[in-house]
Nanobody, 121 residues
Framework: QVQLVESGGGLVQAGGSLRLSCAASGSIFRIPSMGWYRQAPGKQRELVASITSDGITNYADSVKDRFTVSRDNAKNTVYLQMNSLKPEDTAVYYC???????????????WGQGTQVTVSS
């Protein structure tokens, strides 16, 4: 069993900043990838940013140069620093962690409960 605890969402004015955190705990051998997705009302869930255990990052074009994803491997925690926020960034943000439970198991996806980010104009 793997638990994810997200924090850091909230309400901010356009141009402001927020920092999201997601800590994974439980039966974890290795975490190949951690990342953030978001889902706005009436839209599909989309990738925001991801980072591998080697530090390789991937960003949606809409957030490049504004958002930064990072991770602390010792704490099994991933962060999303969001700067220059825009109203179109308003969504529920979900943490996704790819987990390997033991040396014999295959990777599986574990999702956080979601945290609301609202950007006012």
């Amino acid at each position: 069993q793997v638990q994810l605890v997200e924090s850091g969402g909230g309400l901010v004015q356009a141009g402001g900043s927020l920092r999201l955190s997601c800590a994974a705990s439980g039966s974890i051998f290795r975490i190949p990838s951690m990342g953030w997705y978001r889902q706005a009302p009436g839209k599909q869930r989309e990738l925001v940013a991801s980072i591998t255990s080697d530090g390789i990052t991937n960003y949606a074009d809409s957030v490049k140069d504004r958002f930064t994803v990072s991770r602390d491997n010792a704490k099994n925690t991933v962060y999303l620093q969001m700067n220059s926020l825009k109203p179109e960034d308003t969504a529920v943000y979900y943490c996704k962690v790819v987990v390997v439970r033991n040396v014999l198991s295959t990777p599986f996806d574990s999702w956080g409960q979601g945290t609301q980010v609202t950007v006012s104009s």
